[in-house]
């Protein structure tokens, strides 16, 4: 196989990393938020299970999850699951886990802020919801942005574990390509990988500056 051959393969693979990324990211930082607002919640019972899922979520693998999600429809309930599902049981393993990380960042984050500037919203006669998301959430996301930025770098990485259900991302298809007796689709694979993550550092990093005038 020659080498443009080899990279035209790595790039489709690398398409379908993309996806996961993309897809995991729009999905698990809302639902990050939401699970944080019930991890912080009055309620015992609200606060209690949100509590317990993001300890499962953090505290088992990542692969076994995907396992679990991908074959969990058949044998629990009796669901014949075909090839089409596996990508779709890795964009909700992987929004599922990422929003049980993101809820834990959004946390710190917004209980780290002064109980001042809710009572100084609350006299200017903004509302609860008007002094969160106008006042009190850009400023969480100044402060949780490196937190943040550390999660999706490793996201970049963890899109390799859909090999787990051979959904054909750019390991998976290097793997496939590295069996045929060469070591230069994994070093292709790495260069690739290097490169996506360095994209999202730099963006990252100047998001982090637009952000400096919350000091």
């Known amino acids: 196989m020659s ?8 790039m489709g693979g690398m398409g379908v990393s993309i996806q996961i990324f993309v897809v995991t990211l ?3 930082l809302p639902l990050g938020l ?4 019930g991890r912080m919640s009055k309620n015992p019972v609200i606060r209690n299970v949100t509590k317990g899922y993001i300890s499962i979520m953090r505290g088992t693998p990542l692969m076994l999850q995907l396992m679990v ?7 629990l309930f009796g ?9 779709w049981a890795v964009f909700i393993g992987f929004v599922i886990n990422y929003a049980a990380y993101f809820a834990e960042i959004y946390r710190s984050g917004i209980q ?9 919203a609350r006299i200017l006669g903004y509302s609860r919801t008007q002094t969160f998301f106008k006042i009190i959430l850009p400023q969480v996301i100044k402060r949780i942005l490196p937190s943040v930025t550390n999660e999706i770098i490793t996201l970049v990485k963890d899109t390799s574990l859909a090999f787990t259900l051979s959904v054909m991302e750019m390991f998976t298809v290097a793997k496939a390509l590295a069996a045929k ?4 689709p994994f070093v292709a694979a790495g260069i690739f990988y290097y490169i996506f993550n360095l994209i999202v550092a730099l963006a990252m990093e100047m998001l982090e500056k637009k952000l400096d005038y919350y000091r």
């Open 181 to 184: 007796g060469t070591m230069i």
């Open 79 to 87: 669901i014949r699951i075909g090839n089409s599902y596996r990508l």
């Open 3 to 10: 080498i443009s051959q080899m990279m035209k393969q790595l």
């Open 34 to 37: 939401l699970i944080s607002f």
């Open 112 to 120: 780290s802020m002064p109980m001042g500037q809710y009572e100084a």
């Open 69 to 75: 999600v991908y074959f969990g429809p058949f044998y």
């Open 26 to 28: 729009v999905f698990s």
